[in-house]
């Protein structure tokens, strides 16, 4: 059985930084994302991961500002957001998936989801 807990998130003014994290309770997983979602609009991906930390993907307009990265000592993912703009706002799901394609864009193997974080950036 698989079980994401996500924990950090919250309102942070425009140029700040967070970290959000997602614990992982399973084995076989091979790849582990980050994903955001607004009221209204569609879940986009933001970044994956391989388990074993390699071929971090970002979603385009996260580039540079955004790492993803992997404990697998303490099963443990992590999403450092840097220099968070008021668009960047949203709930954010960390989700895992058996599955060895690991791309933001692609959610729909991602089958294990973490219950959400609100993130909110004002200007």
């Known amino acids: 059985q698989v079980q994401l807990v996500q924990s950090g998130g919250g309102p942070v003014q425009a140029g700040g930084s967070l970290r959000l994290s997602c614990l992982l309770s399973?084995?076989?997983?091979?790849?582990m994302g980050w994903f955001r979602q607004n009221p209204g609009t569609e879940r986009e991906g933001v970044a994956t991961?391989?388990?074993?930390?390699?071929?971090?993907t970002y979603l385009e307009s996260t580039k540079g500002r955004f790492t993803i990265s992997r404990d697998n000592v303490n099963n443990t993912v992590y999403l450092q957001m840097n220099n968070l703009k008021p668009e960047d706002t949203g709930t954010y799901y960390c989700?895992?998936?058996?599955?060895?394609?690991?791309?933001?864009?692609?959610?729909?193997?991602?089958?294990?989801w973490g219950q959400g974080t609100q993130v909110t950036v004002s200007s």
């Open positions: 991961i391989y388990s074993d930390g390699s071929s971090p």
């Open positions: 399973g084995t076989n997983i091979k790849c």
């Open positions: 989700a895992a998936t058996f599955s060895t394609v690991c791309d933001p864009r692609v959610i729909g193997v991602f089958r294990y």
